[in-house]
């Protein structure tokens, strides 16, 4: 398994990432044990996850489920040394962590402490904030974004303190590097300057939406990823599932992320199902398993640290891991070109 630098830091992660967001309700903690292990084994050593899961739904009740089935893991298995964790602190997108607040020097202590309790751990290897306070453009937000409400002034004196928490946590060896995520070119940059100007950890990473059908994070966020050594970290490189080809032709298989979410998040549409239909055919063309093909192509990606990927089968975890020995060439990479151009934004 290739391996990437974090940033500027000096963690080497796996180019594929575990993702765990299902753990909790479509998955059993067994279920999640048996992925971590056979993760491992392929030569995974990168987990993510975050506070407010699993997913599928979000719900009082599950919140840190995920976590603690993590750790639950490290218990058993007493091998915290060999998995790079990533996890996150939820703020104000999600009211039923702490009842919405905000990400503060206050909050970031307490979230700190109740992920390392839940993973049963001493340190968080990656320690993300899960959606910038101001808000954001992304889960379809783009459509409609508007930022002229938000004050710098507060943005910049939240950006200081929160670094200053952070430092903290850093001295305490809590966390060993600090990410991003569901954030844009500006803000990345600005918690950039308040790096250099607070002495708080830089960030290292941006965990954001990215796949053949999203792809958002090619122009400034791309730019800003090569020239400032942040990494991408992709969620949802199979588009919650639709560039598996699972849904064409109306198709709802049982226990599938759409039997829960009827939408996929806001991805279903007319134009989503056509471009699908277009990289089905790239792969067909090319004797290529499309999942196989959708994670390769996010890993060739010039700005990508590592790829997370989930799966509810044991069977989709073994698909899943084909990726890593798959290299597309370049008249797959023209044609994948092409269909964008073809199929642009469809969700």
């Known amino acids: 398994m290739k391996m990437n630098r974090l940033g500027r830091t000096n963690i080497e992660v796996s180019e594929l990432c575990l993702g765990s967001m299902t753990w909790g309700t479509q998955n059993t903690a067994e279920e999640g044990h048996a992925q971590i292990d056979r993760a491992l084994d392929a030569g995974i050593n990168f987990i993510d996850t975050a506070e407010m899961y699993p997913v599928n739904p979000v719900s009082a009740e599950t919140v840190g489920r995920t976590e603690r089935i993590i750790g639950l893991w490290f218990e058993r298995d007493m091998r915290r040394d060999e998995v790079v964790l990533a996890t996150k602190h939820s703020g104000e997108g999600l009211a039923i962590v702490r009842d919405?607040?905000?990400?503060?020097?206050?909050?970031?202590?307490?979230?700190?402490?109740?992920?390392?309790?839940?993973?049963?751990?001493?340190?968080?290897?990656?320690?993300?904030?899960?959606?910038?306070?101001?808000?954001?453009?992304?889960?379809?937000?783009?459509?409609?974004?508007?930022?002229?409400?938000?004050?710098?002034?507060?943005?910049?004196?939240?950006?200081?303190?929160?670094?200053?928490?952070?430092?903290?946590?850093?001295?305490?060896?809590?966390?060993?590097?600090?990410?991003?995520?569901?954030?844009?070119?500006?803000?990345?940059?600005?918690?950039?300057?308040?790096?250099?100007?607070?002495?708080?950890?830089?960030?290292?990473?941006?965990?954001?939406?990215?796949?053949?059908?999203?792809?958002?994070?090619?122009?400034?966020?791309?730019?800003?990823?090569?020239?400032?050594?942040?990494?991408?970290?992709?969620?949802?490189?199979?588009?919650?599932?639709?560039?598996?080809?699972?849904?064409?032709?109306?198709?709802?298989?049982?226990?599938?992320?759409?039997?829960?979410?009827?939408?996929?998040?806001?991805?279903?549409?007319d134009r989503a199902f056509d471009a699908v239909s277009a990289y089905l055919e790239i792969a067909a063309r090319h004797d290529l398993d499309p999942i196989q093909m959708a994670l390769a192509w996010c890993k060739s990606r010039p700005f990508m640290g590592s790829v997370i990927f989930g799966a509810t089968t044991m069977d989709q975890l073994e698909v899943s891991l084909g990726a890593a020995d798959l290299s597309l060439g370049d008249e797959v990479t023209a044609e994948v070109d092409a269909a964008h151009r073809a199929h642009p934004m469809p969700y």
């Open 100 to 269: 919405g607040a905000p990400i503060s020097l206050q909050t970031i202590p307490e979230a700190v402490e109740g992920s390392l309790r839940r993973l049963k751990t001493d340190y968080i290897d990656l320690y993300q904030f899960h959606w910038p306070n101001r808000g954001s453009y992304m889960f379809r937000k783009n459509w409609t974004y508007d930022p002229s409400g938000q004050l710098m002034l507060d943005t910049k004196q939240h950006m200081d303190d929160a670094l200053g928490a952070l430092q903290d946590e850093v001295s305490r060896g809590t966390i060993r590097s600090f990410g991003l995520s569901n954030e844009s070119a500006w803000g990345t940059t600005k918690w950039l300057e308040a790096s250099e100007r607070t002495g708080g950890p830089r960030v290292a990473s941006v965990q954001n939406e990215y796949s053949l059908l999203c792809r958002l994070y090619d122009t400034d966020m791309a730019e800003m990823s090569v020239q400032e050594e942040v990494s991408l970290l992709a969620f949802s490189p199979l588009a919650a599932g639709l560039l598996t080809g699972k849904y064409q032709e109306g198709a709802v298989p049982p226990k599938s992320r759409m039997t829960l979410n009827d939408d996929l998040g806001g991805r279903k549409t």
